[in-house]
Antibody, heavy 126, light 108 residues
């Protein structure tokens, strides 16, 4: 059974860099047909996609974050990571890592998140 | 960017049918995926590709998609179905994953 586990500091100071790692077990990140992504959820609010990465290094980013975000993958450790620069209180959220499965439906490529980590709360505060 | 709109809340009595809508411009041309999120838990995929169910998801969960509206239908609602539900699409034109605004389902 595939499992994903987020790790990283739970408290980050304003204007510093938020860094999280997702460790994948029970499967490999180095597999075609899947991307690996980060999604966040501010307290009491909805889901917001941050970005996704393929093991080849190909990335998609939410334009809302594009200037501040970097997602990378370490196939030797079976991990992928998120860095978000210049954080503010608005970046306080529950951060999830997830696997995005690629599929062809309605004659078009689509992606959905089929496995999720449990989430980790990151608070931005001095 | 592409926008998905859901009603904030839906209430349903046990045993009845809950229908949760997800509105988007020509959403019928896209594949829609649905997630269930119970309090304090990570989201769980309940329907993908408009109407397919992952292994382990009850047949009570079904989906449809046409025109400007996709719908998640929960038949014979149980108290354990009380949760937030989110729709999601992959927008090819902008290369973005888009989530709906979310719907809180309350079982009366």
């Amino acid at each position: 059974q595939l499992q994903l586990q987020e790790s990283g500091p739970g408290l980050v100071k304003p204007w510093e860099t938020l860094s999280l790692t997702c460790t994948v077990s029970g499967g490999s990140v180095s597999i075609n047909g899947y991307y690996w992504g980060w999604i966040r959820q501010p307290p009491g609010k909805g889901l917001e996609w941050i970005g996704t990465i393929h093991y080849s290094g190909s990335t998609y980013y939410n334009p809302s974050f594009k200037s501040r975000v970097t997602i990378s993958v370490d196939t030797s450790k079976n991990q992928f990571s998120l860095k978000l620069n210049s954080v503010t209180a608005a970046d306080t959220a529950l951060y999830y890592c997830a696997r995005a499965a690629a599929d062809i439906a309605v004659a078009e490529l689509t992606y959905y998140f089929d496995y999720w980590g449990q989430g980790t709360l990151v608070t931005v505060s001095s | 960017s592409y926008v998905l709109t859901q009603p904030p809340s839906v209430s349903v009595a046990p045993g009845q049918t809950a229908r949760i809508t997800c509105g988007g411009n020509n959403i019928g041309r896209k594949s829609v995926h649905w997630y269930q999120q119970k309090p304090g838990q990570a989201p769980v995929l309940v329907v993908y590709d408009d109407g397919d169910r992952p292994s382990g998801i009850p047949e009570r969960f079904s989906g449809s998609n046409s025109g400007n509206t996709a719908t998640l239908t929960i038949s014979r609602v149980e108290p354990g179905d009380e949760a937030d539900y989110y729709c999601q699409v992959w927008d090819r034109s902008s290369e973005q994953y888009v989530f709906g605004t979310g719907t809180q389902v309350t079982v009366l």
